[in-house]
């Protein structure tokens, strides 16, 4: 797409090329090739996974099957591992040649739906200290063993530390990796296999347990990892239009369709204080003079579901427009 | 499509039949034909709107450009209210035939807008006491003087008692349901036409001031609605697959890309209760025993920004599955 910011429908979803392009060399520097396995369901984009593949990751994780049809559709699955559990692995098999589908198991269950599905490879999930998925660490070797058992290739063990990634304190994170990923290692010992995967973008300089880093939010980033000291720069905004100027309050229209908001509202550039997001709108106390027509960037609070309500990212320099991308995995 | 809740692609947006149906009878009972101009934001679907024509509503509500195209394209367009400012009508004005379009504004930039782009029949947008658009009670007058000097038709006005819609006190929603429609009655004064719209779900029964009545949440409804006492079933629910057991929580797959947040935590049928909700998770505690595979519904909190965040919608029936239909109004 040509043209500026000013010829975008808003609210519309903007990325700063250089900032991105920043986080992508700063994080490929900290974590080259294999010891990064960047995590999709961030960005949601294959485009943006492109650019990730340019940096040297050529293996990549993700959290739906959606995410993973996606990327195998669009060549990017040479070593596609699938960070969650799934009862139905059909769709994950109908892949065939066009990617290598690893997903991870953590009870009989999934292991038997895995197998039925004519998926091939997996690894143990293991629960490192967040109540989501998951098996004991003292359950893994034996769920590891019925996997083989049912004729599925154990890769090794994933523990996500999910309730470590965000801790403003970094002392806290590193301490608090340091027990989770104990427990991750306790587990692969019982269960073998190359990988151990784990971490985020909070962590991601922290986790030196795991063989790989599954980040994410780290290429588009948000105001909650912003806040925790992380050497990479705000890349994703959204991009609203001033379309209402009274004496107390101005609106622009961006809403509740456009944001995800379970991290409370977004923040504004340039000052201004936002007041009440609605479904369409955003009521905000002006910093200064703004007028109808005025173009204002905001912040979200948290990338991901964010992200996911837009069909599109365009990529600008400045106040021009150099690319469009689809968010093309979105959905289930 | 055919087939039954197990069939879907967890999660899935589910409506049930039989609510629907009912919620729509009761309004049209209410309010019927004219006097209910249905919004279209909270569930984003032409074919629900189609029910809504066949209770005896020809006229609709939108929010956004999109959503007026869209109900045009369907062939729903016979008089569509865009509830909102736009700065650029042109996308409007090419609808040509397919709508009747009218717009709001609320200053002169607005007016302007409207008037460049070839938009023809516009309301004035009174600020009747929510801090969002809509210009004040005493300068409607001026505006609609201006918007005929212009060469738009003013056909009346439009104020949304936005900050009285979801207040829990019936007594409270009266009294300031009032205070607002006496600003509206004294703008329209000066203003002329034959609308005065205004009203939602909260104040359908309680808006007698308005002409016609701008519901949108009563065809589906949400937790928050839910609370009102309302004649209104809760008929939107998110289905999703219980992916994870353990001794002190369970785990379903739906997360934070499959429900609005800005009113908290989605409710669970069955007595279970929200623990954490992430990207793909709900974490719960169970009420009672769930084995991995099981379904279970949650009741969204917002019903608008939830629907946004899905593809389609499956209508149903007990367990089966009797119809999809497309959520083809989302985006902007």
């Known amino acids: 797409m040509a043209g500026t910011v000013h010829d975008l429908t808003t609210p519309a979803l903007i990325v700063d090329a250089e900032a991105l392009q920043r986080n992508l060399a700063e994080m490929a520097r900290a974590l080259p090739g294999a010891r990064l396995r960047p995590h999709v369901k961030a960005h949601k984009c294959t485009a943006l996974a492109k650019r990730q593949l340019e940096a040297g990751h050529r293996s990549f994780t993700c959290a ?31 892949l065939g040649d066009l990617a290598r589908v690893t997903v991870a198991v953590d009870s009989p269950e999934t292991i038997e739906a895995a197998a039925a599905s004519g998926i091939r490879e997996v690894v143990i999930d293991v629960n490192v200290g967040m109540p989501r998925c998951g098996c004991s660490p003292d359950d893994a070797g034996r769920l590891a063993d019925l996997a083989r058992s049912r004729g599925l290739e154990v890769r090794g063990v994933m523990g996500y530390e999910g309730h470590v990634v965000g801790l403003p304190d970094r002392g806290a994170r590193e301490q608090m990796t340091e027990d989770a990923m104990k427990l991750l290692l306790r587990a692969h010992a019982d269960v073998g296999g190359d990988l151990v995967s784990a971490g985020g973008t ?6 030196t347990w795991a063989t790989e880093i599954q980040a994410g939010s780290y290429a588009l980033m948000d105001t909650a990892y912003g806040e925790l000291g992380l050497p990479f720069r705000q890349a994703v905004f959204v991009l609203a239009a001033v379309i209402h100027v009274s004496p107390t309050h101005a609106v622009a229209n961006a809403g509740l369709k456009a944001f995800g ?14 007041f ?24 979200p609070a948290h990338v991901d579901p964010t992200v996911a309500y837009h069909e599109r990212m365009h990529l600008v320099d400045g106040e021009d427009v150099i690319d469009t991308w689809p968010v093309d995995l979105r959905g289930w």
């Open 261 to 274: 908001m379970d991290h409370g509202n977004p923040a504004m550039e340039g000052g201004h204080q936002v």
């Open 64 to 94: 739906t099957v959606r995410e993973m049809e996606g990327m195998a559709a669009a060549g990017l699955g040479e070593d596609l591992l699938l960070a969650n559990e799934v009862l139905d692995g059909s769709r994950l098999a109908a």
């Open 276 to 299: 009440i997001v609605s479904d369409e709108h955003v009521t905000f106390v002006p910093s200064g003079s703004v007028k109808v027509g005025d173009l204002v960037r905001f912040v």
């Open 202 to 207: 909070g962590t991601f300089d922290i986790n």
